[in-house]
């Protein structure tokens, strides 16, 4: 009696630890083809010795709902940060209490005359989804930067999750509160990157223009950078909590493609 006991707990933890290494098909960014323009795919802020530290995989949709069935699962735990400097101000994420868990794209370089990029995906967000009011997450950054220039860089383009609950770009609301969890929604972003005032950014949910914005200066550094995932920081305007910690969450993306005709992108395919 005591063998069967014996080798039922063995073939208990065999199973578990099989069934936790098959719970993922990569933690390596690069698992994923995001296109051309996309580039060599980073983990943003946490140091080469630190990737292990990260909570960010290529699996399987575990939603079964993801018209593209391998997914990309941020899942940072409260506490998470890199060590990563931000660019030669001696600050990094753990210094400064952020929660990042992003993938960063190479840097697009500026072109003597306008050019327009595409990016889309589907994302997901969880039922149990924090509702945390002092968490608002980014979720998609357009980075415009200089390596002549130190320093950190405020996204010139960005779409975040509301204190509300929204998926909010440019003041307007890409997804309402009562839309957002427990379902796949598809998000294209369509820029025309220019140093004259003849730039836009559009952003399309489900197939539909949400938010607009033309006559722009949109090329104002020489290098563009696309991150997405999930990253939020304390902002000076928030009396947050002693202490307080930004919570462990989940958000799934899917079929993440960079292009430059709207045709081309995972998601339209």
């Known amino acids: 009696m005591k063998n069967i006991i014996k080798y039922s707990i063995i073939f208990f933890f065999l199973v578990s630890s099989i069934s936790n290494a098959n719970d993922y098909l990569s933690r390596d960014p690069n698992y994923i083809d995001r296109g051309k323009l996309w580039g060599n795919a ?76 595409w990016l889309g995906y589907y994302i997901f967000f969880p039922k149990n989804f924090p509702e945390d009011k002092y968490f608002n997450p980014y979720i998609t950054q357009f980075y415009l930067s200089s390596n002549l220039q130190k320093g950190g860089f405020a996204p010139k383009f960005a779409a975040s999750l509301t204190r509300n609950r929204e998926i909010t770009a440019n003041g307007k609301i890409i997804i309402s509160k009562e839309n957002l969890k427990g379902k796949w929604h598809k998000i294209e972003y369509h820029i025309r990157w220019s140093t004259k005032k003849d730039g836009f950014f559009r952003i399309y949910h489900n197939g539909l223009l949400k938010s607009e914005q033309n006559n722009l200066i949109t090329m104002t550094h020489d290098q563009v950078q696309i991150k997405y995932g999930t990253y ?38």
């Open 232 to 269: 939020m920081h304390k902002d000076n305007n928030t009396m947050y909590p002693p202490e307080y910690k930004f919570p462990s969450h989940s958000i799934y993306y899917s079929g993440v493609n960079i292009s430059k005709s709207r045709d081309k992108l995972k998601v339209n395919q």
């Open 42 to 117: 980073h983990i943003s802020n946490f140091t080469k010795n630190e990737l292990s530290k990260h909570n960010y995989k290529v699996k399987k949709d575990p939603t079964g709902l993801s018209p593209i069935n391998l997914i990309e699962d941020f899942s940072p735990k409260k506490g998470d940060c890199g060590t990563e400097e931000h660019r030669g101000t001696g600050i990094n994420d753990c210094i400064s209490g952020r929660l990042r868990l992003e993938v960063g794209s190479k840097k697009i370089k500026k072109k003597n005359k306008p050019f327009e990029t």
